[in-house]
Nanobody, 124 residues
Framework: QVQLVESGGGLVQAGGSLRLSCAAS????????MGWFRQAPGKERQFVAA????????YYADAVKGRFTISRDNAKNTVYLQMNILTPEDTAVYYC?????????????????WGQGTQVTVSS
């Protein structure tokens, strides 16, 4: 089992920044690829970003490319999502997830463990 706890969400004005953190416990963190997803009301869960086990490779959805940065610290068992130039369209609950196997990293079904989510609200 892996437990994931997100933090760092909140209310921010358009153009602002937030940094989300996801702390993992339970199993060897570096064995897992990590991802961030988001879900707005009435919409499906959407891929945001992902990072390889070592942190050397990152993946981004087109909607956030150039604005968001995913990173990880395997010594601290934590993955981060730095979000800049936020817009109201970024408003959603943000989830981190851990994937043990090498499936399509953009698909929710590739992930084995999920956090409880943290709300991000961007006002215009």
């Amino acid at each position: 089992q892996v437990q994931l706890v997100e933090s760092g969400g909140g209310l921010v004005q358009a153009g602002g920044s937030l940094r989300l953190s996801c702390a993992a416990s339970g199993r060897t963190f570096s064995n897992y690829r990590m991802g961030w997803f988001r879900q707005a009301p009435g919409k499906e869960r959407q891929f945001v970003a992902a990072i390889s086990r070592s942190g050397g490779t990152t993946y981004y959805a087109d909607a956030v490319k150039g604005r968001f940065t995913i990173s990880r610290d395997n010594a601290k068992n934590t993955v981060y999502l730095q979000m800049n130039i936020l817009t109201p369209e970024d408003t959603a609950v943000y989830y981190c997830a851990a994937a043990l196997y090498n499936g399509d990293i953009t698909l929710p079904r590739s992930y084995d463990y999920w956090g409880q989510g943290t709300q991000v609200t961007v006002s215009s």
